[in-house]
């Protein structure tokens, strides 16, 4: 079975600034997909980046960013220039790639408490 | 985009009560659907696992018989806690994929219901 382990229960960053988020995993699979989901106040969980394992170019998006060292079974989460809105959970998730037989669902981390200090 | 709507957002029911969660996809076809549990502070833990037309497959330690699922179309699944107890208060959030597509994009979530039983 997969693991995704979050080893900063909380973090702190003042606005503006950058603040990284740790994620590391243990698989045996070779191919698989890894997210970031944010969980604002209302609970909502929203999409924030997705890496495909067989790619080894880090995703983008806008002001977030990853750092996929796949050998190290490490993905971690870049925020950018970070705003007031960014103040959420973050969890980062595994899943296997789809088989065709039924979709798998996704195995969570312990998530990140982020905090964005005005 | 896929929108995921989960009905009710909020519920409070007398233990020994039953209460059915609903959760629709609004605008895609969900072949799949999948219903987690999220305590306070905590990750969401993923409990089971619907495929259309066919039974849940449930993970180890969660009791089958207390929370019933039911994937009887391509829009709608339910989850049904029987006979709840105070211990099921939590956070139940369901998740559709539409296929390859929505597996590898990662999927989409509903806004979740609170379950408090008195």
């Known amino acids: 079975a997969q693991t995704v382990t979050q080893s900063q229960p909380e973090m702190s960053v003042q606005e503006a600034e950058t603040v990284t988020l740790s994620c590391t995993y243990d698989t045996s699979e070779s191919d698989y997909y890894l997210f970031w989901y944010k969980q604002p106040p209302s609970r909502q969980m929203i999409l924030v980046i997705r890496q495909e394992a067989y790619k080894q170019q880090n995703a983008t998006e806008n002001r977030f960013s990853v750092n996929f060292q796949k050998a190290a079974k490490s993905f971690s989460l870049k925020i950018s220039d970070s705003q007031l809105g960014d103040a959420a959970m973050y969890f980062c998730a595994y899943r296997s790639v789809y088989s065709g037989g039924g979709a798998d669902g996704l195995t969570f981390g312990k998530g990140t408490h982020l905090i964005i200090q005005p | 985009g896929a929108v995921v709507s989960q009905h009710p957002s909020w519920v409070i029911c007398k233990s020994g009560t039953s209460v059915k969660i609903e959760c629709r996809s609004l605008?895609?076809?969900?072949?799949?659907m999948f219903w987690y549990r999220q305590f306070p502070k905590k990750s969401l833990m993923l409990m089971a696992t619907s495929n259309e037309g066919s039974k849940a497959t449930y993970e180890q330690g969660v009791e089958k018989d207390k929370f019933l699922i039911n994937h009887a179309s391509l829009t709608l699944s339910t989850l049904t806690v029987t006979s709840a107890h105070p211990e099921d208060s939590s956070f139940y959030i369901c998740?559709?994929?539409?296929?390859?597509?929505?597996?590898?994009?990662?999927?989409?979530f509903g806004s979740g219901t609170r379950l408090t039983v008195v």
């Open positions: 605008d895609f076809q969900a072949t799949t």
């Open positions: 998740s559709a994929s539409g296929g390859w597509t929505g597996a590898r994009h990662g999927y989409t």
